[in-house]
């Protein structure tokens, strides 16, 4: 999934699928997924390996960890049937969570050796789960976006969701690697969740499945003349799905499109980069992956299809679910004027992370940021629609929801 993308085609989410089927990339955390559309935010595979820098840092004081280390040893009495004496290298390993986890960063973990193996599983294997994305944000776990058609939707889970419990148990300080395991699990079997919405509290319960998500849906609606695309994921094959409908939309005559990327959690970057570039002159940068000075930044730019019929209006639909590649997807059309983005604030995935193996244990580490063309961080930021507007279900299957109407109301009335 992605580094925040596999170096060389993936893009980062430090986000959760708790889908279902074959992982293979690395922009957050997948769970299951589509084929090859899966989470997890990896920048270099084949991984890193031996061969590290294993010096003692000489000005690192380790007293206190000794004194108590010992004192644990000493002191410590067993009060609990579930509790149990740690090993040496269950302790070490402790102690090297705890370092990943000083800097304060979700997507900086370390994995012991089980949790290690779990989570290649999740890279390149295939399960069940309910069709949703999680992250934690602001120190709580959230659902980024249930996908189309998925249990999760089909449940009542919304974008935006703070997850209190996973089976009657508290999701304080849980990753979203181990949140991913309590979620996954065998078709049919029940994952109970309790919600947090609008400070309401919510319990609903998904019934786990293998997870189908379509990647594409286009269509013109004749009243108006406004053609929309709507991008579901960026997959290995969104590009590919991508071309076909805007070849649809070109053959439709149409002059108004809408690409829509609501509760789009994201993907592989090559994919954005390729769909950005129908709109985006050769060279056009479309991102940035700043190194923080660690290594020397990699611009990614537009292959130049630049292939959008002159006079062409465009509206880029946003919201909460919209993460990672659609972060960059969006950012790069609205900085380059070639589009209006209308929607709500997008979720704010914007950092790359690489997998370091330790051979006990693999560590998962931030090394860089995404930037937009103007200079913008998507981390912690988004994506801020040039219109906003929030969301209302459409009142019947002939009507449209009130972002969908007033994407159409712009590109109609220039207003």
Excluded: C
């Excluded at 955390?29 to 920048?43: Q, Y």
């Excluded at 934690?136 to 449940?155: C, D, F, H, M, S």
């Excluded at 290995?236 to 149409?254: E, P, V």
């Amino acid at each position: 999934m992605e580094s925040e993308y596999v170096k060389k085609n993936i893009v980062a989410r430090g986000i959760a699928y708790a889908l279902v089927a074959a992982l293979a990339f690395g922009a957050g955390l997948v769970v299951g997924g589509t084929g090859a559309t899966p989470t997890v935010i990896v920048s270099h595979i084949p991984l890193v390996g031996d061969g590290l820098d294993s010096t003692p840092n000489q000005g690192a004081d380790f007293t206190d960890f000794w004194k108590a280390w010992n004192a644990l040893d000493t002191n410590y009495v067993v009060t609990h049937a579930s509790s149990t004496i740690p090993t040496t290298k269950e302790k070490m390993f402790g102690a090297i969570q705890g370092l990943a986890a000083s800097y304060g960063d979700p997507y900086t973990v370390y994995f012991p050796p089980v949790e290690a193996k779990a989570f290649a599983d999740n890279i390149s294997g295939s399960f069940a789960g309910v069709g949703m994305e999680i992250d934690v944000k602001n120190g709580i776990l959230t659902v980024i976006a249930p996908l189309k058609g998925t249990p999760a939707e089909k449940a009542g889970i919304q974008a935006g969701d703070l997850i209190a419990t996973i089976d009657g148990k508290s999701t304080d300080g849980l990753s979203t690697e181990k949140a991913v395991t309590k979620i996954r699990g065998p078709v049919g079997t029940t994952v109970d969740f309790g919600l947090v919405r609008d400070g309401k509290a919510l319990d609903i319960k998904v019934v786990r499945d293998t997870i189908q998500v379509p990647e594409t849906k286009d269509s013109l609606d004749a009243a108006s003349g406004v053609y929309s695309i709507a991008l579901f994921e960026f997959t290995a094959n969104s590009a590919d799905l991508f071309d076909q409908a805007f070849s649809r939309f070109k053959a439709s005559g149409a002059k108004k499109l809408i690409i829509d990327l609501r509760s789009n959690p994201g993907g592989y970057l090559d994919a954005a980069v390729d769909i950005a570039s129908h709109f985006l002159p050769k060279g056009a940068t479309v991102v940035t992956e700043d190194f923080g000075g660690k290594d020397k930044n990699q611009v990614h730019t537009s292959l130049g299809y630049n292939d959008v019929p002159a006079g062409t209006e465009i509206v880029v639909l946003i919201d909460g679910g919209s993460a990672s590649a659609s972060e960059i997807l969006s950012g790069a059309l609205q900085d380059a004027k070639v589009a209006k983005i209308i929607g709500l604030q997008s979720f704010g995935k914007g950092s790359v992370q690489t997998l370091i193996d330790l051979d006990k244990g693999s560590l998962k580490v931030t090394v860089a940021r995404w930037i937009t063309p103007a200079g913008h961080w998507i981390m912690g930021n988004g994506i801020t629609p040039d219109i906003k507007v929030a969301y209302t279900k459409a009142a019947s299957p002939e009507e449209k929801d009130s972002q969908v109407q007033r994407a159409i109301d712009f590109l109609t009335n220039g207003k």
